[in-house]
């Protein structure tokens, strides 16, 4: 239920001016955001780096209404690309694209895997990967056909999917097949009862069918919880499969879930943390709130300092 008002507020302008008022540097954001600007992600992706983990880059974009705007986003992401080079950071830290940002949602549909190829081009040149992000359910056919169109001449473009929806067990058997990249998340977003799972129980029912499935093909799974209980799993069904640690990798959200990171990095394991940065943090924090409401403590103190 709360998760629900949160998931709601994190679209009402009212609580989101109350909560970007909030002075940038604020403890409640830099806990889970790098900052306002690239040179802050730069910085906390070398932190990361020399602390032995991989990182994915995420600008965080909001709404793109035009083809200017989704032009604009595409320079942004080579921007990225190009500093991930300047900084040799490049074969330590990915680039995540929000097809959205970049024109999924244009009536023109050219435009975005125009756009994305110009990226994976960069991201190739530059000797990084890309990521395509999975929103929710509206967008999960054409993202995914966009990664299986990037993916012919770009075989390592990398794709989400949600556990939580009932489509992505039959999505992970045709990734499967493909050799693909696969980042397999629970999903953050409400959805409909008829194509999602309602019940916690059976999104983490889902997430172990998904995983023995990716895990038992010829992909990459990229297994993005910080649930311990599924994290355990994973382990076990790689080395039920005979997978080396270097055959998959685990994934956590920037801030979260310290412990396990450093766990599963002595156990020899790849650990790559998504890094946010930008100033359009604001529904990317009330989400990481309805992920654990204990997390409102934060902007309660932070609320009572001002
Ligand atoms: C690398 C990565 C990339 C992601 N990309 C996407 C995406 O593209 N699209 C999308 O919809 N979702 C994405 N998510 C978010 C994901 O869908 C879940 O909302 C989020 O990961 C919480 O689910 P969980 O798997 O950790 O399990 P949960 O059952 O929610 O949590 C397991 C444990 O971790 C703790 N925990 C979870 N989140 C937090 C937090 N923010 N702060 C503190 N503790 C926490 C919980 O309290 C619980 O103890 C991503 C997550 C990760 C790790």
Same mark, same amino acid.
């Given at each position: ?34 900052? /306002?600007?690239? $040179?802050? @992600?730069?910085?906390?992706? *070398?932190?990361?780096?020399?602390? +032995?983990?991989?990182?994915?880059? !995420? ?5 793109t209404a035009d083809r200017d705007q989704a032009d604009q986003w595409t320079r942004r992401y080579l921007d990225l690309v190009d500093r991930l080079r300047k900084e040799k950071l490049a074969t330590r830290a990915e680039v995540s694209i929000k097809p959205a940002a970049i024109g999924l949602e244009l009536p023109d549909g050219d435009d975005v895997l125009e756009n994305a190829r110009v990226i994976c081009i960069a991201a190739r040149a530059a000797g990084t990967t890309v990521i395509a992000d999975l929103e929710d359910h509206r967008a999960a056919d054409e993202t995914l056909a966009l990664a299986e169109e990037l993916r012919q001449d770009y ?15 039959? /999505?992970?058997? $045709?990734? @499967?097949?493909?050799?693909? *990249?696969?980042?397999?998340?629970? +999903?953050?977003?409400?959805?409909? !009862? ?113």
């Amino acid at each position: 239920m709360l998760r629900e008002t949160l998931l709601g507020i994190s679209r009402n302008d009212a609580v989101r001016r109350m909560i970007t008022g909030f002075p940038p540097t604020d403890l409640l954001v830099r806990n889970f955001v790098a900052g /306002d600007h690239l $040179d802050d @992600a730069i910085a906390a992706a *070398r932190r990361l780096v020399d602390e +032995g983990l991989t990182v994915t880059l !995420e600008h965080l974009a909001g709404e793109t209404a035009d083809r200017d705007q989704a032009d604009q986003w595409t320079r942004r992401y080579l921007d990225l690309v190009d500093r991930l080079r300047k900084e040799k950071l490049a074969t330590r830290a990915e680039v995540s694209i929000k097809p959205a940002a970049i024109g999924l949602e244009l009536p023109d549909g050219d435009d975005v895997l125009e756009n994305a190829r110009v990226i994976c081009i960069a991201a190739r040149a530059a000797g990084t990967t890309v990521i395509a992000d999975l929103e929710d359910h509206r967008a999960a056919d054409e993202t995914l056909a966009l990664a299986e169109e990037l993916r012919q001449d770009y075989p390592d473009t990398a794709v989400v999917v949600h556990s939580g929806l009932r489509r992505t067990e039959s /999505d992970c058997h $045709d990734l @499967a097949a493909t050799r693909s *990249r696969v980042r397999l998340v629970k +999903g953050v977003h409400l959805e409909d !009862e008829a194509i999602a799972y309602a019940r916690p129980a059976d999104v983490d029912k889902s997430y172990v069918r998904c995983l023995k499935i990716l895990i038992n093909g010829n992909g990459y799974p990229m297994i993005a919880t910080h649930d311990k209980r599924l994290i355990r799993i994973a382990e076990a069904l790689a080395v039920q499969a005979g997978r080396a640690p270097g055959d998959l990798e685990f994934q956590f959200l920037y801030g979260v879930g310290l412990p396990e990171q450093r766990r599963l990095l002595a156990a020899g394991h790849t650990v790559r943390i998504q890094l946010p940065y930008g100033s359009d943090w604001y529904g990317y924090l009330v989400r990481r709130f309805a992920d654990r409401p204990g997390n409102l403590s934060l902007l309660a103190r932070g609320l009572v300092r001002r």
